[in-house]
């Protein structure tokens, strides 16, 4: 054999080891990739993800265009699954989570660590939407230096893209600290449920003129520090929409009518992932009943289970007829 045959013959042999059987060509690519996950796996593939990843240059299009941003909070990974998959321009790992993750009574109580710990499962899953970690309550107030170290935290540790703190004039000089470090910051003014000892409850902000001129004061001092956007809570419909258009940046709307840039609500609170009864505050619509489906599903797999229904012979898997009485065999064996 010519040497140029014999390398022609051990080049074929070695391509033929890494070339895919034409079974495998064959298939699919969803189905090649399925075996890559287990079957509890959230990452499981479910198609091409289509949607450009979500920027401050998006957000500040929107805005330019007159687009209304969609907020929504998130507290694991399967909130942030859903919620980036439904579009949501902003993901907001809020400190709500406190009580509908963690159930405790206010937003008080949550640690950094917990926070952060939940903003690392939701950027997880938020591969396209704009993520912002809510700073808790102790971790930001004591100085700038501190915010800009939690923040660092949230950003490194977390996967976010920028924080949430509340605040407003007070708060100028902490968000100017840690926007100088390049990190993204929303404001939040109106309302701010960490304060709500000091607010005297969780209470309409911007009720008389005076109170109104206290939230464009804030509203105009967290822009000049640099904030991409601020919220705005529980703040008349009316004020808020005429201090939206005295600033040059986005407002993000929570009981504050549709005069804002955008909007935020609590996932759970609009989904409906509660019990009947409960309370939910006025500007909350509730856009879904998850608690009552998800009663319904467990309920039936609860029964089916009692009556043995469940699991039907569909949701088996098989064994030969000679390998079960090979198996059986075997075990008349062992007990004689």
């Known amino acids: 054999m010519s040497p140029s045959k014999s390398i022609l013959n051990r080049s074929r042999a070695l391509l033929s080891q890494y070339t895919r059987p034409a079974s495998f060509t064959a298939r699919p690519l969803l189905s090649q990739c399925h075996g890559r996950f287990s079957s509890h796996s959230p990452m499981a593939p479910v198609g091409p993800n289509l949607r450009k990843k979500v920027t401050l240059n998006s957000l500040r299009t929107l805005y330019k265009k007159g687009e209304p941003i969609t907020v929504l909070t998130a507290h694991d990974f399967p909130s942030g699954h859903v919620a980036d998959a439904a579009g949501m321009d902003i993901v907001l790992v809020g400190d709500s989570l406190a009580m509908v993750a963690m159930g405790m009574e206010d937003t008080s109580e949550v640690l950094l660590e917990e926070m952060i710990l939940h903003c690392r499962s939701v950027s997880r899953a938020a591969k396209t939407s704009f993520v912002i970690g809510d700073l808790p309550m102790g971790s930001y107030e004591i100085a700038p230096e501190q915010a800009l170290e939690s923040a660092i935290r949230f950003v490194k540790?977390?996967?976010?893209?920028?924080?949430?703190?509340?605040?407003?004039?007070?708060?100028?000089?902490?968000?100017?600290?840690?926007?100088?470090?390049g990190i993204p910051v929303l404001a939040h003014i109106g309302l701010t449920p960490q304060r709500q000892n000091a607010l005297g409850g969780f209470r309409v902000q911007g009720k008389t003129s005076a109170g109104a001129l206290k939230v464009l004061e804030d509203a105009l001092a967290v822009q000049e520090a640099g904030c991409f956007a601020m919220?705005?809570?529980?703040?008349?419909?009316?004020?808020?929409?005429?201090?939206?258009?005295?600033?040059?940046?986005?407002?993000?709307?929570?009981?504050?009518?549709?005069?804002?840039?955008?909007?935020?609500?609590?996932?759970?609170?609009?989904?409906?992932?509660?019990?009947?009864?409960?309370?939910?505050?006025?500007?909350?619509?509730?856009y879904g009943d998850v608690w009552s489906e998800s009663m319904r599903a467990i309920e039936a797999y609860r029964d089916e289970t009692k009556s043995r229904?469940?699991?039907?012979?569909?949701?088996?898997?098989?064994?030969?007829?000679?390998?079960?009485?090979?198996?059986?065999?075997?075990?008349?064996?062992?007990?004689?």
């Open 157 to 181: 540790e977390g996967r976010v893209h920028g924080v949430k703190l509340e605040g407003g004039i007070e708060m100028a000089p902490t968000i100017k600290k840690i926007t100088s470090a």
């Open 309 to 336: 229904a469940y699991p039907a012979p569909e949701h088996t898997y098989p064994i030969s007829k000679d390998e079960l009485a090979e198996f059986e065999r075997i075990l008349d064996g062992k007990n004689a």
């Open 231 to 286: 919220v705005v809570e529980a703040v008349p419909q009316e004020v808020a929409t005429l201090i939206t258009k005295k600033l040059r940046i986005p407002t993000i709307g929570i009981g504050a009518g549709n005069g804002c840039s955008g909007q935020v609500l609590v996932q759970v609170d609009m989904t409906g992932n509660f019990p009947p009864g409960r309370f939910i505050p006025k500007f909350v619509k509730k």
